[in-house]
């Protein structure tokens, strides 16, 4: 066990943790509940849940990487913006334009090996465009605070009865009981496609998954004159459009909810070692809409007489 992790964490929020030491979820002496896994506790099973968490997860001999060019230019735009230093030591500047030569291709694999993350000073340059741009158009909102204050890439940590939870905040102001949540794309962020993407997401889950870690930690309540949760959209081609929003209470109740069952699920799931797929027994299929609705439609061509196509 390395230096930084010769000792476990205490239910907090806590500066300085890598990336690395978060996502393999080396804070707690037992395993932590991230959003994403509660997520797939929901959207999928207990069984997926269990096989995507970095510490109950089998052993494999080989990890896929299904991260894009697109992804890996959105971390390098939010590493930037967030001003996190922990976050920009996982990114490391090419010295070659491609990597066609043996050379080139050892050196991204070594750099791979080591955690780091290969991009080329192209990206870096446009990349600080996309920041500037950002950065100017939130002054022009008067919400230039986002960077200016707080505290970047904040790793919570707490506790539901025995269960532990983690999260990590893109930006924290503790002063102003808010948390930011940067998301960059290379589509549309206008709030009717921003609209779309929340539910689809799950970005209300997730959402309310860290609010309840806030308050959890903070005691403070997540309402009106008390902690905050707002996204901050990115497009990552230009004009670098951002859209800074809150969710309604609509997307909030469905959040909480389904952030709660999770923890339910994962709670219970931690205590009797049990993490069923999708079903634990026979159950009944049934048919959506259209199916009914077709089924009608040939029911009454029948009854006229009309010849079926």
Not at 60 to 80: K, P, Q, R, W, Y
Not at 107 to 122: D, F, H, L, N, Q
Not at 173 to 189: F, L
Request: charged share 20%; proline share 6%.
């Amino acid at each position: 066990m390395s230096a930084e992790i010769t000792a476990f964490l205490a239910p907090g929020i806590h500066d300085g943790i890598s990336p690395a030491r978060y996502h393999a979820d080396l804070l707690a002496a037992s395993p932590s509940l991230s959003s994403s896994v509660a997520v797939d506790l929901i959207a999928k099973s207990p069984s997926h849940a269990r096989l995507n968490h970095p510490r109950l997860a089998p052993p494999t001999d080989e990890a896929v990487d299904s991260t894009t060019a697109s992804m890996t230019f959105g971390g390098l735009v939010h590493a930037i913006l967030s001003g996190s230093p922990e976050e920009m030591f996982s990114f490391v500047v090419s010295p070659f334009e491609n990597y066609k030569t043996a050379e080139a291709r050892l050196w991204k694999e070594a750099s791979i090996a080591a955690g780091k993350t290969p991009v080329k000073e192209a990206d870096v340059t446009r990349a600080e465009q996309v920041v500037s741009a950002v950065r100017h158009q939130l002054d022009a909102m008067h919400l230039g605070y986002i960077f200016a204050e707080g505290r970047p890439e904040q790793t919570a940590l707490w506790q539901f009865g025995d269960a532990w939870m983690r999260a990590r905040f893109d930006r924290w102001i503790p002063e102003r009981g808010e948390i930011w949540d940067i998301k960059t794309t290379g589509k549309s962020a206008h709030p009717e496609q921003v609209s779309k993407m929340i539910p689809a997401m799950n970005y209300d889950m997730r959402s309310e998954f860290y609010l309840l870690g806030a308050e959890a930690i903070t005691g403070m309540p997540s309402k009106r004159g008390g902690l905050g949760y707002q996204f901050l959209f990115v497009e990552t081609t230009p004009p670098f459009a951002v859209t800074p929003c809150y969710l309604d209470e609509s997307f909030r109740a469905r959040g909480r909810q389904r952030a709660q069952q999770a923890i339910r699920i994962w709670s219970e799931c931690m205590a009797t070692g049990v993490w069923p797929g999708y079903v634990t027994s026979t159950v009944q299929i049934t048919a959506p809409g259209w199916v009914d609705y077709e089924l009608d439609e040939s029911e009454n061509a029948i009854s006229t007489g009309e010849k079926m196509t």
